[in-house]
């Protein structure tokens, strides 16, 4: 899988060539239509993309931000469409880097540890998909749709009830519900569980990105 990075200004490229990505992200393929011909190619990529809250990139410093905050971050934000947005897995909130900070000890767990974890959640989850017999080209949860996730991302009254509630919510998409399935699941594969639990469902939520009216009206 090749990775595809954006810088920290994606709201400034074309927005058709955003939207582009839209159909990759969503089949990992890209179809090229033309009058005598029809071809597609496969195109499964990592996509790691930044941006600034707002065009300024002050939004939380009442000291530097624009006169406009916190409308600038809505009309900034808006650029990107909510479609492609549904299409990123992760999304997490970066804030400043405060001086005391930058004395703090290094975490406990080394990348070489995480590494080493994502491996063994990588090979358990394409020893599940062979042992289910599913198609060839889902070897990870991020493959997986229909009855297969269902199966591998099955919910327990308690995790349907919280999923209900969030999806209300944060009137998630019928792609979001299912993109929180597989983050949910992935979460458990790390720990080396076998059943997702609440706390798997609550933090792959926290990974998904409000709307910025929703965002604004939540923090008002």
Not at 38 to 59: D, E, K, S
Not at 138 to 144: E, F, P, S, T, V
Request: hydrophobic content about 45%; some cysteine; proline content about 5%.
């Amino acid at each position: 899988m090749t990775t595809f990075g954006l810088d920290s200004k994606i709201p400034e490229f074309n927005r058709s060539a955003l939207e582009a990505l839209r159909q990759p992200l969503e089949s990992g393929e890209v179809a090229v239509a033309r009058v005598q011909a029809h071809v597609t190619y496969p195109a499964r990529f990592q996509l790691i993309a930044a941006m600034n809250p707002c065009r300024c990139g002050y939004l939380d410093d009442a000291g530097l931000a624009c006169a406009r905050a916190p409308r600038c971050a809505l009309d900034y934000q808006s650029k990107i469409s909510g479609p492609l947005y549904d299409r990123i897995d992760l999304h997490v909130d970066v804030p400043a880097v405060a001086a005391s900070d930058l004395s703090l000890p290094a975490p406990r767990e080394s990348s070489v540890d995480v590494a080493a974890r994502v491996s063994a959640a990588r090979a358990l989850q394409k020893a599940r998909f062979k042992v289910l017999g599913a198609p060839a080209h889902m070897r990870l949860n991020a493959h997986a749709d229909g009855k297969v996730l269902e199966e591998i991302a099955a919910l327990d009254a308690a995790g349907r009830s919280l999923m209900e509630r969030a999806a209300d919510r944060m009137r998630l998409s019928a792609r979001g519900y299912h993109r929180v399935l597989r983050v949910a699941r992935t979460l458990a594969d790390l720990e080396g569980l076998e059943h997702i639990n609440t706390g798997h469902i609550a933090e792959a939520l926290t990974y998904r990105r409000l709307s910025p009216a929703l965002a604004m009206s939540a923090a008002g």
